[in-house]
């Protein structure tokens, strides 16, 4: 049966919503109630948008196209779930991450892995009822879905044209702490540097601060000048007078 059910990424802004490997659905809710048992299961097909056409449904599970053949088919089937999981009544999350389990490819390829995509796409997804006895019941395909490009390091800017305030501020926190660290790591070093040199000079400073005595010597007084002495000008001693011619 073909279901008038399309699948869509969520229209409001949800983050992560597209990456360059991940992308987000709508969960959709009772849409195979008349159309699946409890022991049926729900796959997702994912496929490149150009191969969507050529998809065939598997006639049973072990037909399933798997996530390391990818490269090769050009599709693949993953979130293999209950049909409970879809059921009116069953409280679930409102999105699905397609390729959302980055630990796909170790399994050697023997079961369905929801790994990352390998490119931007386009790809196109569609619900799949499996019974124990192959399709039961499908839903259209999804309109093409394009991923996001991973951005190149060589594109980024190192030096951006405007900062914002915020930017501003922190920036002059951050000269600001590192002036106060230089400050203190040049008082440091000075304060070492002057110990080390008030060590050096630890003898003569203490020396110099020592209380001792020494011998009082008086100071000389006045000697009378001889008899018959005079002065010449200061400075130049007496001389005893020239005898008289």
């Not at 060589?154 to 914002?164: F, H, K, L, Y």
Request: charged share 15%.
């Amino acid at each position: 049966a073909l279901l008038p059910y399309v699948p869509r990424v969520p229209p409001a802004t949800l983050p992560g919503k597209l990456t360059a490997t991940t992308f987000a659905l709508e969960r959709p809710c009772c849409i195979f109630d008349r159309h699946a048992n409890v022991s049926d299961t729900i796959w997702l097909v994912v496929a490149f948008a150009n191969a969507s056409a050529a998809f065939r449904n598997p006639p049973s599970r072990a037909d399933v196209p798997l996530y390391e053949r990818l490269a090769t088919t050009h599709s693949y089937m993953t979130l293999e779930m209950a049909a409970a999981a879809y059921a009116c009544s069953a409280p679930s999350p409102a999105i699905l991450r397609v390729g959302g389990d980055t630990a796909c490819g170790g399994q050697g390829g023997r079961d369905p892995c929801n790994g990352p995509l390998p490119s931007p796409g386009p790809y196109r997804v569609k619900f799949l009822v499996m019974g124990c006895h192959g399709p039961k019941a499908e839903t259209r395909w999804s309109d093409p879905i394009l991923l996001r490009r991973a951005s190149s390091p060589s594109t980024i800017d190192p030096v951006p044209a405007r900062r914002g305030s915020d930017a501003v501020v922190i920036a002059s926190i951050l000269a600001s702490l590192g002036g106060a660290l230089a400050v203190a790591v040049l008082s440091a070093m000075g304060a070492k540097a002057w110990g080390s040199l008030c060590h050096q000079d630890s003898g003569t400073g203490a020396f110099a601060h020592r209380s001792y005595r020494t011998h009082h010597i008086p100071p000389a007084l006045p000697q009378p000048l001889p008899p018959g002495c005079r002065c010449s000008p200061p400075g130049l001693g007496c001389f005893a007078p020239w005898p008289a011619s």
